[in-house]
C-alpha cells in the first residue's frame, strides 16, 4: 500500500481515432472516484485526438501529452510536424520526448536536448525517455548509455523542475519483458544519483500490465509508469492504477 503520488502516463503510439473517445468515460469515472488516491493520470494519445481529449477531459484532473515534438519554438515550413507552442495551444501540459521508437529512426540525443529545451520554453512538462537496448545491456554498458543520453539531453538545462525522466529499457517495450526488481531498482538510483540538487521523478516503462504491476509497484524509488499497450484499454489502465494502490 503507497500513499504517494504516482505517474500513469498513457503513450496511446499511433492507435487510436475519434470513437476511441467512448472508451475515456470509464477512466473519468474512475477519475472522480476515491479509488484514484493519489494516482495522477496523464494521456497522450496521437495528435489528431489531442484537442478532442482535452474537451472530454474538461471536467476532471487528467491532464494531456503529446508524444513528440518538433525542436523549433518558431513556426515555420516544416510539413508534417508540429511545435511544442502547438501543442500547449490545443490544451497538450506535457510531452514525451526521446521515446526509444523515434530515438530508432534518428533522434539524436543532440536533437532531444533541443526539443526538451523548446517543450520547456513553451511551458510544457517533459517525459525524457532514456533506456538501454539488449545488445548494450548484454554488453554491460547500460549505464554508460544512461548517463550519456542525460548528460547530452539535459546539457545547459538549469532549472529541470518540470522534467521526468522515464527509464524504458528498449528490451521491455512491447516484448512483455521487464528488468528484474533488483536490476530496476538500483538502475533508478543510479539515475536520481546523476542529478544534484532536486532529484527528478523517474517513471519505469516497459511492458507494464495489470498482472506484473502487483510486482512492480514494491519498488519503491519509481515515482510512475509509462504505458503503451495496456493503457489503450481503459478497463486494464483502471486496473494498474487500483493495483498499484491495493
Ligand atoms: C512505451 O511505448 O512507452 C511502452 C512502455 O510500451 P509498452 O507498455 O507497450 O511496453
Redesign the pocket.
Known sequence: MTNKYIYFVA?W?MYGNLSSLNTLDKVIKFSKSKEIKGGRLIYCPPYTLISSFSKKFKSCQIAIGGQNCHESEDYGAHTGYINSRMLKNIGAHFV?IG???NRKKGESDKLINLKIKSALEAKLKVIF?IGETLSEKRNKKTHSVLSNQIKIGLKNIKNKSNIFL?Y?PVW????GLIPKSQDLFKIVEFIKSKFRDKTPKVLY?????PNNITNIRKINNIDGY??????QNAKKFIDIVKKTYS
Open positions: 503513450n503510439k514525451i521515446h526509444s521508437e525517455c522515464a524504458e521491455a517495450i512491447g516484448s516503462g516497459g511492458s507494464v500490465n509509462l504505458i503503451g499497450g495496456a493503457s
